[in-house]
């Protein structure tokens, strides 16, 4: 089993729509989830960071981890067509240990 | 320049060329990494440089042999590449360890040919 399942896409919706974007993790150790984004021709960028089961808004951007199912989400809400973008799941354990792992990331497009 | 910056943005070398990659950092940060990013597949942590010194090294063959002669500079030296090699090479710094945010230079598309 993967340490980090990211379903690729691609995912289409238009303009103004609620976007899901989802990762489920196998190790209980992660303690710490990461969203990035990447544009075309750029590398990624933190979008949110979190730490603890619930949520975490942040503008249109809402974070959700549920540590008991292993199972993180990210929520965009009146997507927009700059907000098409890859974006990627990363998963931290406790501590210095120089690891973040990824999810495969997946593609979205918002269309006007 | 600000943030990180990669250099070149897209690199053609055949199977014997030696090339190398750069990166440099502008944030004042004390951590650098290399990752690889192929299609279909997750980001992979190559190397790890931590005040210089390499702490990690994720198993990568000898023909990526990395350097960091600063905290500001890191550098990816390649030699004898497989066409399985091509991929886009991200550089990204923290301020310290992995307990920071990473910040990710623009990445550096590699074939090989």
């Known amino acids: 089993q993967k340490e980090v399942e990211q379903d690729p896409g691609p995912l289409s919706v238009p303009e103004g729509a609620i976007v899901s974007l989802n990762c489920t993790y196998s190790n209980s150790a992660f303690q710490y989830f990461m969203w990035y984004r990447q544009y075309s021709r750029k590398g990624p960028e933190l979008l949110m960071y979190?730490?603890?089961?619930g949520n975490k808004e942040d503008g249109r951007f809402t974070a959700q981890v549920d540590k008991s199912s292993k199972y993180i989400s990210l929520f965009i809400r009146d997507s927009q067509p700059s907000d098409s973008a890859t974006y990627l799941c990363a998963i931290r354990g406790r501590g210095s240990n120089y690891k973040l792992t990824f999810g495969k990331g997946t593609l979205l497009t918002v269309n006007p | 320049e600000t943030g990180v910056t990669q250099t070149p943005r897209h690199l053609v070398m055949g199977m014997t060329n030696k090339k190398s990659l750069k990166c440099e950092q502008h944030l004042g940060h004390n951590a650098m990494y290399w990752y690889k990013q192929s299609a279909k597949k997750p980001l992979e942590l190559m190397f790890v440089y931590s005040l210089e010194e390499r702490v990690e090294n994720n198993s990568v063959p000898s023909r990526f042999s990395p350097e960091c002669p600063n905290s500001s500079h890191l550098f990816l030296h390649l030699h004898t590449l497989q066409p399985e090699d091509s991929a886009l090479y991200l550089c990204?710094?923290?301020?310290?360890?992995?307990?920071?945010?990473?910040?990710f230079g623009p990445g550096t598309r590699l074939t090989v040919l």
């Open positions: 979190t730490y603890s089961s």
């Open positions: 990204a710094s923290s301020p310290t360890g992995y307990t920071d945010t990473q910040y």
